[in-house]
């Protein structure tokens, strides 16, 4: 089993639709939590961190579970500019590397 | 500031040559990474340097080896490219490993390779 797993997608969504994506982690130990951001051959960048507490970021909220080792990302008023690939990237505590999952890829429409 | 850069951005091959990425980051960060990226595959970790000297084998790392002689420079080599190598490969530095999650990878832009 992996550690980090996303549904791919894609997600097809029309604009101003609430959509959320929910990531598991199979490492209880680990401590930080993180979603990404990918666009269509870029570099992935940080779009939040997910803290114990959930966090909310304008449209976007981020939520951690520990119990059922998941974090979710829900995005409220969809634009098409939203469209990307979101990487769900947990640290599991071992070692000095972050564990991405595959991405989830979500598609705005008009 | 620059951040992360990685050069070259493109680069085609043949099988058996030998080549070096550069990255080069300018923001002090002690800990350096070198993802590659396929289709369906996600981001897997080929090494990482956790200081100046220091280097360490990832998910993924037979075929490439690695050095990091400055601490703003981590290389990554293909001693004899294989079709299989064929890649996105991402470089990434971090300043702090801390559970604080503040804690943000920056990455560079990217260097397609392509080995025929």
């Known amino acids: 089993r992996k550690e980090v797993e996303q549904d791919p997608g894609p997600f097809n969504v029309p604009e101003g639709a609430t959509v959320a994506f929910n990531c598991t982690y199979s490492?209880?130990?680990?401590?930080?939590f993180f979603w990404y951001r990918q666009d269509c051959r870029k570099e992935p960048k940080l779009l939040m961190s997910?803290?114990?507490s959930g966090n909310e970021d304008g449209r976007f909220t981020a939520q951690l579970n520990r119990a059922s080792q998941y974090i979710s990302l829900l995005i409220r008023d969809s634009k098409l500019s939203d469209s990307a690939t979101y990487l769900c990237?947990?640290?599991?505590?071992?070692?000095?590397?972050?564990?991405f999952g595959k991405g989830t890829s979500l598609l705005v429409t008009p | 500031n620059a951040g992360v850069t990685q050069t070259p951005k493109f680069r085609v091959l043949k099988t058996g040559q030998s080549m070096t990425l550069l990255c080069a980051q300018d923001?002090?960060?002690?800990?350096m990474y070198w993802y590659r990226q396929d289709p369906g595959m996600g981001l897997r970790l080929i090494h990482y340097?956790?200081?100046?000297?220091?280097?360490a084998k990832g998910e993924v790392p037979d075929g490439y080896n690695v050095s990091r002689l400055k601490k703003q420079n981590f290389l990554l080599g293909l001693e004899s490219a294989a079709p299989s190598q064929t890649s996105v490969y991402f470089c990434?530095?971090?300043?702090?490993?801390?559970?604080?999650?503040?804690?943000?990878?920056?990455f560079g832009a990217g260097s397609r390779l392509t080995v025929l």
């Open positions: 340097s956790v200081g100046e000297g220091t280097t």
């Open positions: 997910v803290y114990s």
């Open positions: 990237v947990v640290n599991s505590g071992s070692g000095y590397a972050l564990n």
């Open positions: 490492n209880s130990a680990s401590q930080s």
């Open positions: 990434a530095s971090i300043t702090d490993r801390g559970d604080s999650g503040a804690n943000v990878l920056t």
């Open positions: 923001m002090n960060h002690e800990y």
